[in-house]
């Protein structure tokens, strides 16, 4: 009765976690192209970049190849790099602006 990791991910169908994943992406594409708030438009680019990562898990774990789950792990690293350079723009754009709406930042033009 010990099952690793694989196992348990196979016993869901692949088309299942495909699925899911596209709904994901789905979800962060309409999110970052209808919103205006830079960081609505941000943790939709994060959840983008999760649902490939799902993608990337479940089709490793099916082939019992863990070159996808290591490519998910430098994902993940350069995702926090993004979040703490991202997060700091932000910051300072809201400190200037007491706005984060993308619109507005037409004015950092010369």
């Not at 789950?69 to 700091?88: K, R, S």
């Amino acid at each position: 009765m010990d099952a690793t990791i694989p196992e348990v991910i196979r016993t869901v169908p692949l088309q299942y976690y495909v699925l899911f994943a596209t709904l994901l992406f789905a979800i962060g594409v309409t999110g970052v192209l209808l919103r205006r708030n830079a960081i609505i438009i941000f943790m939709c680019i994060e959840l983008m970049l999760n649902a490939v990562n799902i993608l990337l898990t479940a089709f490793s774990a099916y082939r019992a190849d863990p070159n996808g789950q290591i490519f998910v792990f430098f994902i993940m690293a350069v995702a926090a790099a993004e979040v703490a350079v991202g997060l700091g723009i932000i910051v300072m754009i809201y400190r200037n602006f007491q706005n984060t709406d993308v619109n507005l930042l037409s004015r950092l033009k010369w």
